[in-house]
């Protein structure tokens, strides 16, 4: 009796799943951080804004990849629903506050299915998590570094004004001298 | 090409290429190795499917809840209406029939898990 299951796809329905989850979970992202782009926009943050809605295309290409890639396994890509997406935030600084706790979130998602991976022992798709999980190092970083320009300089006076202008100029350094 | 090959009296013609994999005493499931599908006997018709739209018809067969469908005492919730994207076939079912349906597509997808590790340990075998 032939394994009809398997000529359908390599992926079982378990991973199926979870990469379907992770692809509304980028999906999510991608609306929230073009969310924050817009709170940005009206409030005067014109160069966080613009940061944001770069994040935004980011991980809409996240969600892409992920999409390709269940579907290239003969899976079925499901294209997520996104409502409920916030509009106000409570500050400048919260913004980014809130992107961190996203970024974290998605590294602890990513972990999670990688640790799935190995139980089932589906090696092809834990080597394909690798670059999410490399990529999670940069955006946790960059998320991180964002926030701290609040302490450094300080909201104070010209503050705000010199955090938004320092925002898009960080830079992750994937070398040992950066 | 979804049809069945069915006799009059509807049950399913046995070919060569067809086995049953699981049979209960309301239904039974046979897989066609010859067309990749799935022919479901059940509620007095013989359906096929892709195995696709077979995992998709467990999915939405689980998903009803029996205690609720139990517990309402509205008319319409005595029968569940079962209706799957691109499959013609639609089942209207009555609390015990979801429940005997659920059972045959469980057991049927459990045999399924079986056959894929059986052919997963062979082939390791002949490696
Ligand atoms: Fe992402
Ligand atoms: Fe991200």
Redesign the pocket.
């Known amino acids: 009796m032939k394994d009809l299951l398997r000529l359908r796809t390599s992926l079982t329905e378990e991973i199926e799943k979870v990469l379907n989850e992770q692809i509304k979970m980028e999906a999510d ?1 991608s609306a929230m951080y073009l969310a924050m782009s817009a709170w940005c926009d009206r409030n005067g943050f014109d160069f966080s804004a613009g940061y944001f809605k770069k ?1 935004s295309d ?2 809409r290409e ?1 969600m892409l990849r992920l999409f390709k890639y269940v579907s290239d396994m003969g899976g079925r890509a499901v294209s997520p629903d996104v409502t409920g997406v916030q509009i106000e935030f409570e500050s400048f600084r919260s913004v980014f506050e809130q992107a961190l706790q ?2 974290i979130a ?1 590294t602890q998602s990513f972990n999670r299915i990688a640790d799935r991976c190995q139980k089932s022992k589906d090696y092809v798709t834990f080597t394909f998590l690798q670059w999410f999980l490399k ?2 190092i940069e ?1 946790e970083y960059v998320a991180r570094r964002a926030l701290e320009l609040f302490d450094v300089i300080g909201e104070e006076g010209t503050g705000q004004y010199e955090i938004d202008k320092r925002i898009p100029k960080i830079t992750y350094e994937d070398t040992y001298e950066g | 090409m979804n049809q069945p090959q069915v006799n009059p009296g509807g049950t399913v013609q046995k070919t060569q290429t067809m086995q049953e994999i699981f049979t209960t005493e309301s239904g039974a499931v046979y897989q066609c190795d010859k067309r990749n599908r799935i022919f479901v006997d059940f509620a007095g018709s013989v359906t096929a499917y892709k195995i696709d739209a077979f995992l998709r018809l467990k999915k939405a067969v689980d998903s009803i809840d029996l205690s609720s469908m139990a517990n309402n005492t509205d008319r319409c919730s005595d029968y569940e209406l079962i209706t799957l994207c691109g499959c013609d076939r639609m089942y209207v079912l009555s609390l015990p029939e979801v429940y005997n349906f659920k059972e045959l597509l469980s057991g049927a997808r459990f045999v399924l898990e079986l056959n894929s590790m059986l052919h997963e340990c062979l082939y390791a075998q002949v490696a």
């Open positions: 992202a994040q980011e991980e996240h996203q970024e998605v990529e999670q955006e």
